[in-house]
């Protein structure tokens, strides 16, 4: 299903608005009746932009100190409404991060949020109707002090999981696993992911956390900065349930008071880069090698800021197709006291490297500030940002003025992928170039982006192809894409022939069957590096041979397979593949598929 909605009124608008060196950012907080401080101390706190009621429009949620509560903030259109109660969600605990993820997959957008007082909170959502399930649900009542957390499939069954950090000396960072029927278990154990052996406690302190897959291999690894000089550290998933931290061989082990984590392909080569807020040290651009490393270039490009900083985006704020950053502080270079301490916004010059700007407002405030987020609040198509501080200066959303590039906005909806589509990765081409974009659900500083992407796609009026990976690695294709449009689009909607994706394959990769579900035929393809000799079989849920696809050798290459379960009843199934490549490789893949009849 691909859905297409067009606004007239934007465009006539952005045909009037000025080229990018007039953009703008104004703060229109008091203008929208958001009217509020943190407070809340030292750390701060996140903030969310996300439809959670799925009226189209951005809403807002913002961390709260202790004794208040929690504000979750209504967008109408033209300005927002205090809604938490409303919800039915009332919480006074000083709120840390706060994600919205529809965890059961029932389409409709759940709440979990992190406390440093208090136990953590999940709360179901039922027609927007909030109960909070957190221990039955599985997750821990026990208070944590836990700071940042993330979601994303970690084990590509097509639910979505949980990571959280603590910054306590008594609790590993824990994850849990999403059993499918409304519960988790805790797994860190087996998973070898409790972040351990600090330098000055048996446990770090971690104040962000971030899933990427950072060696492509469609399977999400974890970062996470940690505070207090501990070393950050970078967990590669092995596809079995079980990570291996590679934090030192890889080069991203920083010994930093590190606070905030920004992803995206600045230098558009393909994979994903991260940047990493630090204290007057200096931040950290971890340029992804290509290799499993990375190399830190802040200094080389002039980005390391220098000042005590938390939250930070990469965001193209003038939708020319490349990744600018965005980079808050609660102080300057010398002391918590040094009123130096203005939030910075970089240029990416389109070749790798970045120019400071100077746009008055955004990067001439003073505010302390901590978490940030960004999304389209006002739907013109122009990522806005919007900055959560602490006392005695309000929070502050900064609308972008916008400028003639055209863009496109796409909502994905999963069907063997968790429903939110976290874990994709969007490609776009425009002519011979391609960018990439993340589907995320956790970054910056204990925040949340909008989940709806909004790609600037420069001057183009029609997007030549757009291609999405899932994480049940399923690809979609979409092509010659009218720009100035909204698309809703749902896993496995697109493609009807392998020969559409266009792909040069150099790897090993076993890819989601099509159309899935199924009746009673359907495609299996794979990709090998080099010759090899291949088994690929068709499994019932017992672990019970059903059928032999294929046994013998085949070339380097893609592969296509036509399954017919014409004589097979409807359930659940899987296919393997074990292919040993003439390069010494041995390569098994399994995915589930779904027969109905």
């Known amino acids: 299903m691909i859905l297409i909605r067009t606004s007239f009124v934007v465009i006539v608008m952005l045909v009037s608005l000025p080229v990018y060196s007039q953009v703008t950012f104004e703060n229109v907080a008091d203008e929208v009746g958001i009217s509020l401080s943190r407070g809340g101390g030292f750390f701060g706190g996140g903030v969310s932009i996300y439809d959670f009621d799925g009226d189209g429009v951005e809403d807002l949620a913002f961390a709260t100190e202790n004794s208040a509560e929690l504000l979750i903030y209504k967008n109408n259109g033209f300005d927002f409404e205090d809604y938490s109660l409303q919800l039915g ?16 997959n029932d389409g409709d957008k759940d709440l979990f949020f992190t406390c440093k007082n208090s136990y953590n909170r999940l709360y179901r959502n039922d027609n927007n109707n909030f109960t909070e399930v957190t221990g039955e649900a599985g997750l821990s009542t026990d208070v944590q002090f836990s700071t ?17 950090g603590h910054r306590s000396d008594l609790f590993p960072n824990t994850l849990y696993k999403n059993n499918g029927d409304g519960t988790f278990t805790d797994v860190t154990e087996e998973a070898n992911v409790g972040d351990t052996l600090g330098i000055t406690s048996l446990y770090k302190f971690p104040l962000a956390i971030s899933f990427i897959d950072y060696n492509n291999d469609n399977w999400q690894d974890i970062y996470i900065a940690n505070d207090k000089e501990d070393g950050n550290t970078l967990f590669k998933n092995n596809g079995d349930g079980t990570f291996e931290d590679v934090s030192e061989q890889s080069n991203t082990n920083l010994y930093f008071n590190a606070m905030g984590i920004a992803v995206g392909d600045y230098d558009n080569d393909g994979d994903w880069d991260m940047y990493v807020s630090n204290s007057p040290e200096g931040n950290a651009l971890l340029k992804n090698n290509g290799d ?14 220098n000042k005590i900083c938390w939250g930070t ?8 197709t490349d990744l600018d950053l965005f980079v808050v502080a609660s102080a300057g270079a010398t002391s918590m006291s040094d009123p130096e301490r203005q939030n910075e ?28 987020a960004f999304g389209d609040f006002n739907n013109d198509g122009y990522c806005d940002i919007v900055v959560i501080n602490s006392d005695p200066t309000y929070s502050a959303l900064w609308k972008n003025s916008g400028a003639s590039n055209n863009w496109i906005k796409l909502q994905l909806e999963g069907t063997v992928s968790n429903r939110d589509g976290i874990g994709s990765t969007i490609k776009f081409y425009l002519g011979s170039t391609s ?20 790609i600037g796609v420069g001057s183009v009026s029609v997007i030549d192809s757009i291609i999405i990976n899932w994480p049940s690695d399923q690809i979609d294709v979409m ?10 689009v749902e896993e496995g909607s697109t493609v009807t022939d392998i020969n559409e994706l266009e792909i040069t394959l150099t790897s090993y990769k076993l890819h989601q069957n099509y159309p899935n579900p199924f009746n009673p035929s359907t495609k299996i393809t794979f990709s090998l590096a080099a010759d090899s000799k291949v088994n690929l079989t068709v499994f019932d849920v017992l672990g019970q041979e059903v059928v032999s696809l294929i046994s013998g050798n085949l ?28 390069d010494g490789t041995n390569f098994t893949s399994v995915k589930k598929m779904i027969l109905t009849k």
């Open 313 to 320: 985006n990469f965001i193209d704020i003038d939708n020319d």
């Open 345 to 372: 916004l970089f240029e990416n010059q389109g070749d790798g490297t970045f120019i400071k700007l100077n746009i008055s407002g955004i990067n001439t405030d003073t505010s302390i500030s901590y978490g940030t």
């Open 435 to 454: 960018f990439i974009r993340p589907v995320k659900c956790g970054s910056s500083y204990l925040s949340q982006n909008s989940a709806i992407q909004t």
């Open 89 to 104: 969600i009332s919480n006074t605990s000083n709120v840390q991060s706060i994600l919205w993820v529809d965890y059961d």
């Open 292 to 305: 499993g490393t990375f190399t830190n270039v802040a200094n080389d490009l002039n980005i390391a800021v």
């Open 148 to 164: 940042a957390a993330a979601w994303a499939d970690y084990n590509n069954d097509g639910f979505i999981d949980l990571y959280v």
């Open 555 to 582: 070339a380097a290459g893609s592969h296509e397979i036509d399954f017919n379960a014409s004589n097979i009843n409807s359930g659940v199934y899987f296919y393997r593949i074990d292919a040993a490549g003439v």
């Open 479 to 488: 092509r010659n894409v009218n720009v100035n449009s909204f698309y809703v």
